[in-house]
């Protein structure tokens, strides 16, 4: 990220001749207000993107190589029926944000609402009957090449991301 990070202002000053910001006008009032207001979210994203490597590690060293690609394909399905979600969440942020403008909160609410309905009687229960067909489901889909073990890190890592689903809508109100 650090090496994009330098590219991309490499890029941006060839184009533009200048830097796209200034070291004079740096300001660590604004600094601590912009990590005050985002700092937890971008903390616990630092805190995923370290963890990952860490998993993978432990996997490896404890189950083998091969719990690495089970856990890899597993966890990339999970996350993939979870985007489906995730996007039909996503799209309540312009409205939420059109409304924190005209400081509507009983609309927010509103919308803050249907949102935890659509995971509540939707997402949940589409979770749960993954965590019971999953297996069935994954053998229909990969089937010669399917192996039990991705059937078994399927199921460890489902709960998991069903509760991360539960803090969807609460996610996307505070972008």
């Known amino acids: ?40 979210l971008t903390a616990g994203a630092t805190i995923s993107m370290l963890l990952r490597p860490f998993n993978k590690a432990v996997i490896a060293r404890y189950i083998g190589l091969s719990g690495v ?22 799209a309540t942020m312009p409205e ?15 919308v803050f609402r249907k949102s935890m309905k659509l995971v509540l009687y939707v997402g949940i229960p589409a979770f749960i009957v993954l965590l019971f067909f999953g297996r069935f489901l994954l053998k ?20 998991g991301l069903m509760m991360t689903a539960l803090a969807l809508p609460a996610y996307y109100l505070f972008m």
Do not use: Q
């Open 96 to 110: 939420i944000s059109r409304l924190s403008v005209s400081g509507n909160a009983d609309r927010i609410a509103r």
């Open 1 to 40: 990220y650090v090496f994009l990070a330098l590219l991309v202002s490499v890029t941006i000053y060839r184009k533009l001749g200048f830097l796209f910001f200034s070291l004079r006008s740096f300001d660590l009032h604004y600094l601590s207000r912009i990590a005050g207001f985002g700092g937890t």
């Open 140 to 159: 229909l889909w990969l089937s010669k090449n399917y192996v039990p073990e991705i059937g078994n890190a399927f199921r460890i890592i489902l709960p």
């Open 69 to 90: 690609t089970y856990f890899e394909i597993a966890d990339r399905t999970i996350m993939r029926l979870r985007s489906v979600f995730e996007l039909a969440i996503r």
